[in-house]
């Protein structure tokens, strides 16, 4: 999965937090370990990613951390607040650092392309449904799909060259 993002990341990682990671840990009574550092790394390089595609970062460095250990650790860091986790698809779920803050994930149904936009992206839609529906959105679970446009410019010239082939 490729992945597009409009916003500024900080290289720091996990540990730009307001408060250090492994002290969030420490504070809700886990223990801080080896591996669920390099889940948070891992994370924190890959941006939204797979657990697959985490555990393959992980054994970059510890070929020993299963599988297993990647998804209790991912739900362990999902449950204390330090990872967000969304299904961009039918697939596995995508996690990244929830220090990243909320964003409305974008992905074409073309070439399965991810990209976010903030939420003041969406802000005519969330007045809407608030002002109409009485409906308060949640848009850090936001997940908008479409064709991007590289693939809408593709299907445009595709059309096109069809018609044109249609007319001789």
């Keep these: 999965m490729r992945m597009a993002h409009d916003g500024q990341r900080d290289p720091q990682g996990p540990r ?88 409305v994930h974008l992905v074409c149904q073309g070439c399965g392309n991810v990209s976010e936009v903030r939420p003041e992206a969406i802000k005519p839609l969330i007045t809407a449904l608030d002002e109409g529906q009485g409906f308060e959105t949640d848009v850090a679970h936001l997940t908008v799909f479409g064709r991007c446009a590289n693939c809408r410019a593709g299907h445009l010239a595709s059309d096109a060259r069809n018609e044109k082939h249609a007319a001789h």
């Design 16 to 103: 730009s937090q307001a408060r250090p990671w492994d002290e969030q840990l420490r504070a809700r009574g886990y223990r801080v370990t080896p591996q669920r550092q390099l889940v948070l790394e891992a994370i924190g390089k890959l941006d939204h990613a797979t657990p697959e595609e985490i555990a393959a970062t992980v054994h970059e460095t510890a070929r020993g951390v299963n599988i297993t250990t990647i998804y209790r650790t991912l739900e362990l860091l999902d449950n204390v607040g330090l990872v967000t986790h969304h299904h961009l698809n039918d697939g596995a779920p995508t996690y990244h650092l929830a220090s990243e803050g909320d964003h």
